[in-house]
C-alpha cells in the first residue's frame, strides 16, 4: 500500500482534519485533567499534543515529498517523511518519560480524582481518535502517515483503558489507579516510538528495507536466463516505500539486443516480486573481484600492478 501525495489528494485532507480534531481534544484534555485532578487526563493531553506534532509534522512532511525532483536533489524529497517520522518518535520517548516520573511521584502522593469526568473525556477520546486511525489506515502506508497512525492508534487503546479506569476509581476508590493507568500509557507510548525510531534509523543508514531479504534479492536475479553471476549487490531505501539497488551481473560476451532482454527481465522481477523500481545494474564479461567495496575486473588489476612505479 502506498502514499499518493500528488496534488491535494487524501492523506493532506485527512491531515489537515485531524490536525484540528486533535487540537480541540487537547483543549478539553488539559481542561478536564485540571478540573478532576487526573494525572490519566493530563497524560493522555501529552499523548495526544505528541500526536498533534506527528499529524503536523506530517503534513509538512507529505506537502515536501510531492514536489518533484530537481538538480541538487535528484530523487526528490522522499526523506523527509522519513525525517519527520524520527522526530516524531524521538518527542513519544521523551513525552513517556515525563508521564512515568509524575505517576511514579503521584503514587506517593495519591490526588482525590474525579473518576466521572475522566469516563466521559476518555469516552469523547475513544470516538475522535479511532475515526482519525481509520481516515489515516485508509490515506497511505509509509513511514510518516503509519507513524501518525500508531499514534492515534495508541491513543485509542489508552483512552478506552482511562474510561475503565475511570469505573474502577468509582467502584473501589482507590486513586492510585490513575497513576497506573499513566504508567500503562506511557508504556504504550514508549513502545511505538521506540518502533518507529529504530525503522527510520534503518533507513537514514540506508540498511536492507524492513521485511526484505537479501538473499532472496539475489537469488531472484541469478535465476533469471542469461545470467551468470551477481555481486556488489545493495538495496537500500530512498523513502519508506521507494527502494532502490544497484548491483553488478556477470553475463557471457553477447550482442546488446540479447543484454537488453536479460536487464529487462530482471527489472521486472524486482518490480514484482520486491516493489524496487530505481535500479542501476552494471553488466561485466569478466571474473571480478570485490576490493573495498568496488569492483574490479581481475585483468585490470594484474595489468596496473605491472606497471605501478617500483615494480
Known sequence: MHVHVHGGGGPKR???????VTLAYIVLLVVAG????SLALLSEAGHNLSDFLALLLSLVAVYLQSRPASSTKTYGYHRAGVLAALVNAVSLVAVSFFIFYEAFRRLHYPEHVQAS???????????????????LYRSGGDVNIRSALLHEVGDTLSTAAVIAGGWAILVTGDYWIDSALSFGIGALILWSGFGIVRE?????????????????????????EGVNDVHDLHVW???????????????ADIPPSVSERILRDIKDRLHHHFRIDHTTIQFEHEECEVAHGCVIPVGESVEHHHHSPGH
Open 14 to 20: 485527512v491531515l489537515k482534519i485531524s490536525l484540528g
Open 34 to 37: 485540571i478540573r478532576a485532578h
Open 117 to 135: 469526568v475522566m469516563m466521559w473525556v476518555a469516552g469523547a477520546g475513544v470516538v475522535m481518535n479511532g475515526v482519525i486511525a481509520l481516515l
Open 200 to 224: 527510520t534509523l534503518n533507513i537514514l543508514l540506508e540498511g536492507t528495507p524492513r521485511g526484505m531479504k537479501l538473499e532472496l534479492v539475489e537469488t531472484a536475479i541469478r535465476s533469471i
Open 237 to 251: 531505501s530512498i523513502g519508506s516505500e521507494t527502494h532502490a539497488l544497484s548491483c553488478h551481473i556477470s553475463i
